[in-house]
C-alpha cells in the first residue's frame, strides 16, 4: 500500500475472533467494521429460530383428539376437532411463508399476509417488529451514534422477553457496535463481499495448482488483481465510448 501511496482508512471483515487482536497491532488505530451481512445472516437465522419454537408452541396447544373421526352428536368433540384444525393449518401457513419474518422489505401483499398469518399470535408480530429495527440499523441516512443508541433500546425492550433472550442473544454480542462503524464514512463499505469474492476468484484459479503456490505466485496475483481493479473504470469507460459508437 506504501509503494501505491494509498492510505488504510478501515478494515471489514467477517465474525470470526482471530482478526480483532492482529489487527490492533498491526493496524493501530484503524477502525475495524464487521461485515454487516454476517452480522445480519446471524441475526435472521436466531429469528427464524424463534419462528420455529413458536410453531412447536403452537403444536402444543392443540387440543387431544380421540382416534376416528368425531360423532356427530358430541358438539363439544367437533369443537375441538375445529380447533386443531385451525391450530394446524396455522403452523403450516407460518412454516410455508416463515421468509417473511426476516425479508428486509416486504410488499403491500406480503405484509396483509404477515398480519392475517399472526392474528392471534402476538409473538410472531412481535419478530416481526424486531427484524425491521434491525435494519433501521443499518441505515445510511443515520450515524453510529444515533444506530448505538437505538441497539441499546432494542435490548432493553428484548430484555423483558425472556423467552426470546437466549434465541437472540446476538444481539447482545459486544462485537455488533462494529458493525456499525460504517455509517460515519460513506466511503467505507459496510461488507467484506469484494474481498470474499476475489478470495474465492483465486482459490478457484489456482485449486489444481494449490499444493505447488509459492509466496512469489501469490503476491504477482494478488499485484494483477490490483491492477486489473485500477484499470476497471477507464475499461468501463472505453466500452461505453465504443457502444456509442456503434449505435452510431
Known amino acids: 500500500m506504501q509503494a501505491r501511496d494509498l492510505t488504510l482508512r478501515g478494515i471489514t471483515t467477517d465474525g470470526s475472533p482471530r482478526y480483532p487482536e492482529p489487527l490492533a497491532e498491526v493496524f493501530r488505530g484503524v477502525p475495524h467494521q464487521r461485515c454487516q451481512v454476517h452480522v445480519i445472516k446471524e441475526l435472521t437465522k436466531g ?96 450515524r453510529t451514534q444515533t444506530a448505538l443508541d437505538k441497539l441499546s433500546k432494542l435490548r432493553r425492550r428484548l430484555s423483558r422477553f425472556k423467552h426470546l433472550g437466549e434465541t437472540l442473544k446476538k444481539l447482545f454480542a459486544p462485537t455488533l457496535e462494529k458493525a456499525l462503524t460504517f455509517l460515519d464514512d460513506k466511503w467505507r463499505p459496510s461488507t467484506s463481499h469484494a474481498v470474499e469474492r476475489g478470495n474465492r476468484r ?28 485500477a484499470q476497471g473504470e477507464g475499461r468501463d469507460q472505453t466500452l461505453q465510448a465504443f457502444h456509442e459508437a456503434r449505435a452510431g
Open 47 to 142: 429469528v427464524l429460530k424463534a419462528v420455529a419454537n413458536a410453531r412447536a408452541s403452537l403444536a402444543q396447544s392443540k387440543p387431544k383428539l380421540k382416534r376416528g373421526r368425531p360423532s356427530s352428536k358430541a358438539k363439544e368433540a367437533r369443537r375441538r376437532a375445529r380447533k386443531s384444525k385451525a391450530i394446524q393449518q396455522k403452523i403450516s401457513e407460518v412454516f410455508q411463508d416463515r421468509y417473511l419474518f426476516v425479508r428486509r422489505q416486504l410488499k403491500v401483499s406480503e405484509r396483509k399476509r404477515l398480519m392475517q398469518m399472526t392474528r392471534g399470535v402476538p409473538q410472531l408480530r412481535k419478530l416481526r417488529e424486531l427484524m425491521e429495527q434491525v435494519y433501521a440499523l443499518f441505515d445510511r441516512r443515520g
Open 202 to 229: 483465486y482459490r478457484k484459479r489456482q485449486k489444481s495448482l494449490y499444493s505447488v503456490r509459492t509466496q512469489e505466485q501469490i503476491k504477482a496475483r494478488i499485484a494483477l488483481d490490483m491492477w486489473r481493479e
